[in-house]
């Protein structure tokens, strides 16, 4: 639903192991079509979400749909969320050392 109300200066990273699922296939050409760019993450150099995309990153790992997806699968696409996340760290040291500032004091008093 967000999706729609995207400009060209936003970002949209669609994460799937097939790169077929047709919610996020949908997600990321409404998205596209609002003007956004967009990512797709996905196992298969192939798949569908990889024609929507402006950027592709192709992960490793076997797809076994049945057993609900290897542990390898969903490690190698959480690499990439962490690589996108110290990146944009990097690209903004003193933004993301508030940020952090910020999370950790709102749960400060909740740990023991």
Known sequence: ???????KNDLV????V???PIDTMN???LAKKSGAKVIAVTNYARSPITSIADI????AGK???LKGGSLLNKISQLLIVDL???GLMKYDEQ???RMLEKTANSVAGRIM
Do not use: D, E
């Not at 990273?13 to 799937?16: H, L, R």
């Not at 592709?56 to 992960?59: C, G, K, Y």
């Open 13 to 16: 990273i669609g994460f799937s």
């Open 63 to 65: 797809q076994f749909p």
């Open 27 to 29: 997600t990321l050409k």
């Open 84 to 86: 996108i996340c110290l």
């Open 56 to 59: 592709s990153l192709v992960t």
């Open 18 to 20: 097939s790169g077929s």
């Open 1 to 7: 639903m967000t999706a729609v109300t995207l400009k």
């Open 95 to 97: 933004l993301a050392r």
